[in-house]
């Protein structure tokens, strides 16, 4: 079933690896023919707008998009997904181990220092974080905090994958290039 490939596929890739990567072919060799192999491309973009990934065989088989099936705008690629909840479960394990502490300015900056950190880190190497903000004294009250509760503001832009390229050609025998330097 397709389903065990793309799973193949995100068991052995980076968490900003994405599925549509011509790469992700040598994770498919295990597939030996496609039941429909004479889908369009505007098949696919309904297949991909309806949340359903996609294989399809040209220069062999990979896959034609990498959705998931929550068809919220922005919230479809499963990159974007796996992204978001690598993020997401990295951040709540560096916050775990505040849970008990004394909620103290120093302890609250620390566990903010700690996120910032880390998402500085992903940004540092250009991997899934283009830019983020975390927020701590704005997301909070004196009464949540004296209740024990500490709430932070976590915003991230990703990085985008290029999802489609388009070439602009102009070839001919009377094009004119301008070298700019």
Not at 34 to 40: A, F, K, Q, R, V
Not at 46 to 72: F, P
Not at 90 to 95: I, P, V
Request: hydrophobic share 40%; with cysteine; net charge negative.
């Amino acid at each position: 079933p397709p389903h065990s490939f793309m799973a193949t596929v995100l068991a052995m890739t980076d968490v900003d690896f994405d599925p549509i990567d011509e790469e992700a072919k040598q994770y498919l060799s295990g597939i030996s023919r496609l039941t429909y192999e004479s889908l369009t491309r505007e098949d696919f973009i309904t297949l991909a707008e309806a949340g359903i990934s996609s294989l399809e065989k040209q220069d062999g088989i990979g896959w034609a998009n990498s959705v998931v099936n929550c068809l919220d705008a922005g919230k479809e690629l499963v990159t974007r997904r796996r992204m978001a909840d690598f993020l997401i479960l990295s951040m709540a394990g560096r916050m775990r181990h505040f849970v008990g502490k004394l909620g103290t300015p120093e302890n609250r900056m620390q566990m903010g220092g700690e996120l910032v950190a880390f998402n500085q880190a992903l940004k540092g190497e250009g991997r899934i974080v283009q830019d983020f903000a975390i927020e701590q004294e704005g997301a909070n009250t004196e009464a949540q905090r004296s209740q024990g509760q500490e709430n932070v503001q976590y915003l991230c832009d990703l990085l985008p994958h290029m999802r489609s390229i388009v070439l602009l050609a102009t070839v001919g025998s009377t094009v004119v290039i301008n070298q700019s330097s």
